[in-house]
């Protein structure tokens, strides 16, 4: 059966006090673990996209930092990355239902939006789990893959402009990646792109 989908869930505005941009990074780390527990497969998970192959590791903090809403003239964000892993088995219900099952017993609402199957058998789920402060999990389980999309609480504490100012200076620095790398670093890379522009309009401003 084809579920239509629906748009991203409104972003949810701050409240305070604000997190600091570690204990976002400490809140993601510990809420993609937790997914990852729920699924009773805790080996063989990849940050990012599978096909890089780098390892689960949250101290990497290869993550992104959407924004989320806004308070007064504030742009708020929440860190934000995904994990992967090998389907568990070819039929991807079993795991979208014990997800499901396990979100909605932390306090989550939590809405199917795709459940489809080709005529050669092959299969789609999406589901995502939303929460009042902010969080969010996105779930895409096919007949190949399992990835778990996580988002923190949304925050406006200066901590992560200066933690990201950091973050795009030292890869400004380094050496220029091989063109295999490149493809790797996409993500990295135009997370780069937006904060040195936003570190541009801040020397302009």
Partial sequence: MSVPAVSDPAPQSPGT??????????????????????????????????????????????????????VGSKTAHQVDNMVTHDAFEYDPHPIADKLTAYWESEGFTVLRTVDSKLSSGWMDIAIRATRSDGVFYGLTATSDLVAIDVSSECSTHPSIDTWAREKTLRRLREPKPTPAARADDTADVADDRFWATELTRGSTG
Avoid: M
């Fill in 17 to 70: 006090p604000q997190k600091t941009i570690d204990e976002l990074l400490t809140q993601w780390a510990d809420l993609t673990n937790a997914a990852i527990a729920a699924t009773g497969v805790t080996d063989g998970w990849f940050r990012g996209p599978i096909q890089n192959g780098r390892p689960w590791d949250p101290a990497a903090e290869e993550v992104s930092l959407p924004p989320c809403g806004t």
